[in-house]
C-alpha cells in the first residue's frame, strides 16, 4: 500500500491536471487549495485565492444557497449546487459546484469543490427561455389584434407587453402628426406622459424617435453616452435613460411611428430583442392599417364617393341635431337644395369622368359660399344639398342662394372646355316640428318649382302648396296597421365603454318597413304615433322584441358579460296605467333580467309630469330596471331636481356631442353636465360620437359611455351581432 507521502503527491498530481477548478476548503469555508485551472476560469492566480474564504468569490444572492450546500456536505457527504461566481474582471461566471467532505482523508483534509464553468450553457439557456417567451408574447398580441377592435387598447396592452418581456423601465410608442415638429406619445406609465405635459411632444426632444422616423430603420443603444448618430435627448436625460431599443412602427408603406424601449443602465439588448420590438412594432403597424381601413370604410359609408362631401344619411342625421338647436336657441336655420340645370347635357357632353370633375369643383364653390360651421352635402347625381344655421331670417337663406347662383355661374374649365353652369334652388327654413325628411322634402319641391320657373333662379317653399293633411292621413292609415302587418323592425345600435372600448349594450330603435316607401326615418312617423296613441302598442311591440333579442345574445355569448338593452318611453307609453305590469310580464316571458333593462325617459316628462313620474319611475326601479334621462340639457330640468327620482343615468343630448372642441358652450356644458351626474352617483352615456377626437375629449371628461355612428350606425339584429361579440346560432339538424 502507498504510504501517505506518495499518496498526497498523486492527488496534487491530479488537482494540477485537472481541466476544471479543483478547491479544498477548511471547514469555516476558507480556501487551503486552488488547482491552476482557477487563472484559466476566474481569472486569479491560485495564490491570489488561497486563504480567502470562497463565499467572498459568490455573488450575494447566491451565497445563502450557497451556504446551504457547504453545511449539506459537512453534515452528509456530498453536495451541489449552481451558483455565479465573480471573476478578475468584475464580471459573474456560472459555475456548477460539485463538493465532497474529504476531511477524513489525511492527503486534503477538507472540502473538496469541482467547480466546472457552464456559463455558456447557462447563457444559452436563458437566451432560448427568453426567445420562447418573447416568441409567446407576439403570438398572444398577434391574437388580441385580431380580436379587439379598439386601437387604443391594442397599443396599451403592447406597451404592457414589452416592458414585462425585456425588464425594461419605459416603452413609448410615438406617432407622427400632420405637424412634421411634433409626435404624439402613447407611454406605458402615466408619469413618462405627464413629464411631456400632454400627448404632443416636440421631435428636437426625442432625438432616438427623429432618427427613426427620417431613416425607417431599427435601433439599439447600449449606453447613450457613447453614442454619435444622435444626441442625448432631453427626454432621456430628464429620466435618466442609459440604453434603449427602437424600432419603426409601419402602416401602408409608410413609417407612421416608433416604438421605443427605455433602461436606466447600460445594456446590450440581443439581436433577438430587437426581432421581437420589430415584431411588436410590425403588429402595431397592421393594426394601424386595420383601423385607418375602418375609419376608411366608416368614412366612405357617410360620404359621397366622387365629392367626399356628407351624403343623404349623414346630412339627415347633421340636420336632426340642426332642428334641436334650432329650437333650443330660438334661431331657425335653413336647408337648401340645389339643382344643377341641364347637367345631362352637360355630362353627355364632355364624358362622365369630365362630369365628375364639374361635379368635384361644384362641391368647392358651394363649400367656398358658406361658413365653416355650415353642411354641405350631395343626395344624387346633380342634387346638391346645404344647411345654413343661425340664419334669423329667410332674406339671409335667400341672400346665400344668390351668392351660390353668382359662383356657380362663372366659367369653368374642363379638358380644355369652358363650361358654363346655372342652378335651381329650393328654400326650407327649419322650425321647431319639423323632421329632416320632411325638409328635404319641401326644399326639393321648392327647388324642382324654380326649375320649372326658369334657370337660375330660387324660390321658398309656399306652405299653402303643401297638401300635408293628405299626406298625414295616408301616414297615419299605413301606420295603424304596421304592428298588425309585421312591418316594423327594431335596429339596434351599440353601447360602448368609453374606458375599454368594448360595447356593454345596445339602445334599441324602431324602425318602419313601408311596404312603398321602404324604410321611414323615426322622425316621419314617431310624432305621428305619439299624437295618435299608436305609440302604446308600438312601444309594447319593440319591448317585447328588443328584451326578447338581448336575452338570446346574452345565451350565445358565452362567458362575456350580459348585454344589457335602452329602450325609450314616450309620455304616452309612460301615462300608460298597466306600464308597470307590462314591463314585469315581458321580462318574465322573455327572461331577461330586470338589471339589464333600461328604460329612457325624456326630462320634459320629469318637469310636466313630477307627480306621476315619481310614481311611475319609483314601481319600474323597485323591478329591478333601471332608469335613464335621454337628451338631457335640451329642455329645462335640473340635475338637482333629479334627486326627486329614482334615475340611474343621463344620456348627453348629441348636440352638445357635436359641438366638444369646436363650441366652448357645448364643451361646458358636456363638463358640467358630467360632473354634476357624477356627483350625483349617476353615470352618463354621449350619444351621437362621429369621431375619434370626440371619443378622446369624452374620456377626459370622464364620460362612461358612447354611442353613435364611430362605432356603428343602428342596424338589424343579424348585421349587429358579429359587433357584440354574439357566436352565431348552431345549424339546426333536421329530423330523419
Known amino acids: ?54 463565499f467572498d468569490f459568490i455573488h450575494p444572492d447566491d451565497r445563502a444557497e450557497a451556504a446551504a450546500a457547504f453545511r449539506g456536505c459537512v453534515a452528509e457527504g456530498s453536495a451541489r449546487c449552481l451558483l455565479r461566481a465573480r471573476h478578475a474582471d468584475g464580471s459573474w461566471r456560472w459555475i456548477e459546484e460539485t463538493m465532497v467532505n474529504c476531511t477524513d482523508e489525511p492527503a486534503i483534509g477538507g472540502i473538496v469543490v469541482n467547480n466546472r464553468d457552464v456559463t455558456d450553457r447557462r447563457l ?31 397599443v396599451r396592452a403592447a406597451l404592457e407587453v414589452v416592458v414585462t418581456a425585456l425588464d425594461v423601465v419605459h416603452a413609448i410608442v410615438f406617432e407622427a402628426t400632420d405637424d412634421a415638429e411634433w409626435v404624439r406619445v402613447r407611454a406605458s406609465s402615466p408619469e413618462l406622459e405627464r413629464m411631456c405635459a400632454g400627448d404632443l411632444v416636440r421631435r428636437e426632444s426625442v432625438a432616438m424617435t427623429s432618427y427613426i422616423l427620417d431613416t425607417g430603420e431599427s435601433v439599439t443603444v447600449d449606453d447613450r453616452r457613447v453614442e454619435t448618430r444622435f444626441p442625448w435627448s432631453k427626454l432621456a436625460r430628464a429620466w435618466s435613460f442609459v440604453s434603449a431599443i427602437g424600432a419603426p412602427i409601419v402602416a401602408n408603406g409608410r413609417c407612421h411611428g416608433v416604438l421605443a424601449l427605455h433602461h436606466r443602465q447600460a445594456r446590450a439588448f440581443t439581436a433577438d430583442d430587437r426581432s421581437f420590438v420589430e415584431s411588436v412594432a410590425h403588429l402595431l403597424g397592421w393594426v394601424n392599417e386595420r383601423a385607418a381601413y375602418e375609419e376608411e370604410t366608416r368614412h366612405r359609408s357617410l360620404h359621397d364617393a366622387a365629392t367626399g362631401l356628407p351624403n343623404r344619411e349623414l346630412f339627415c342625421d347633421r340636420l336632426d341635431q340642426a332642428i334641436v338647436r334650432a329650437k333650443r336657441r330660438k334661431l331657425p336655420s335653413a336647408v337648401l337644395s340645389i339643382g344643377l340645370d341641364r347637367f345631362q347635357v352637360i355630362n353627355d357632353s364632355i364624358g362622365h369622368a369630365n362630369g365628375d370633375l364639374v361635379l368635384v369643383e361644384v362641391a368647392r364653390r358651394l363649400e367656398g359660399c358658406v361658413r365653416a360651421s355650415d353642411t354641405v352635402g350631395r343626395l344624387s347625381g346633380d342634387q346638391f344639398i346645404l344647411l345654413c344655421e343661425e340664419l334669423r331670417t329667410p332674406e339671409r337663406a335667400a341672400r346665400i342662394a344668390e351668392k351660390i347662383m353668382a359662383r356657380l355661374s362663372e366659367p369653368l374649365v374642363i379638358a380644355k372646355r369652358e363650361i358654363s353652369l346655372s342652378a335651381s334652388i329650393g328654400i326650407a327654413m327649419v322650425p321647431a316640428s319639423s323632421s329632416a325628411e320632411q325638409l328635404i322634402s319641401e326644399a326639393d319641391a321648392a327647388m ?105 345574445w346574452n345565451r350565445r355569448r358565452g362567458d362575456l358579460p350580459p348585454l344589457d338593452v335602452a329602450v ?169
Open 1 to 54: 500500500m502507498a504510504d501517505q507521502p506518495q499518496l498526497a503527491r498523486r492527488y496534487e498530481a491530479l488537482l494540477r491536471n485537472s481541466t476544471e477548478v479543483v478547491a479544498i476548503l477548511d471547514a469555516n469555508g476558507t480556501i487551503t487549495y486552488m488547482s491552476p485551472a482557477a487563472q484559466r476560469v476566474f481569472g486569479y492566480t491560485p495564490d491570489a485565492m488561497t486563504g480567502v474564504p470562497g
Open 568 to 736: 325609450n318611453l314616450s309620455t304616452r307609453q309612460l301615462a300608460d296605467p298597466d306600464l308597470v305590469e307590462v314591463v314585469a310580464a315581458t321580462l318574465d316571458e322573455t327572461g331577461l333580467p330586470a338589471e339589464l333593462l333600461c328604460l329612457e325617459i325624456t326630462e320634459s316628462f320629469l318637469m310636466q309630469s313630477p307627480d306621476r313620474g315619481s310614481e311611475v319611475l319609483g314601481a319600474l326601479h323597485r323591478l329591478g330596471v333601471r332608469i335613464c334621462v335621454d337628451d338631457f340639457g335640451t329642455g329645462y330640468s335640473s340635475l338637482l331636481y333629479l334627486r326627486s327620482f329614482p334615475v340611474d343615468s343621463l344620456k348627453v343630448d348629441r348636440i352638445f356631442v357635436a359641438g366638444l372642441g369646436r363650441n366652448a358652450e357645448d364643451t361646458a356644458i358636456v363638463r358640467g353636465v358630467i360632473a354634476l351626474a357624477h356627483s350625483l352617483g349617476l353615470q352618463v352615456i354621449a350619444e351621437g360620437v362621429e369621431d375619434r377626437g370626440q371619443v378622446e375629449d369624452l374620456r377626459a371628461l370622464s364620460c362612461d359611455l358612447g354611442q353613435g355612428f364611430h362605432w356603428a350606425r343602428p342596424l338589424p339584429a343579424g348585421k349587429v351581432e358579429a359587433l357584440l361579440g354574439v357566436r352565431a346560432e348552431p345549424a339546426r339538424v333536421a329530423a330523419s
Open 124 to 154: 444559452a439557456e436563458d437566451r432560448l427561455a427568453a426567445r420562447t417567451a418573447q416568441q409567446s408574447a407576439v403570438a398572444w398580441l398577434g391574437m388580441l389584434a385580431l380580436e379587439t377592435p379598439d386601437r387604443d387598447e391594442f
Open 448 to 552: 324642382h318649382r324654380a326649375k320649372r320657373r326658369g334657370h337660375g333662379g330660387y324660390e321658398l317653399v309656399d306652405e299653402a302648396l303643401r297638401d300635408r293633411a293628405v299626406l298625414r292621413l295616408e301616414l297615419e292609415e299605413g301606420l295603424r296597421h304596421a304592428v298588425e302587418r309585421g312591418e316594423l323592425r327594431v335596429h339596434y345600435q351599440p353601447v360602448v365603454d368609453l374606458g375599454c372600448g368594448s360595447p356593454v349594450g345596445v339602445e334599441a330603435l324602431v324602425r318602419w318597413q313601408h311596404p312603398h316607401q321602404g324604410l321611414v326615418a323615426p322622425s316621419s312617423f314617431i310624432p305621428l304615433a305619439e299624437e295618435t296613441g299608436l305609440i302604446v302598442p308600438m312601444g309594447r311591440w319593440v319591448l317585447a322584441e328588443a328584451c326578447r333579442t338581448v336575452a338570446g
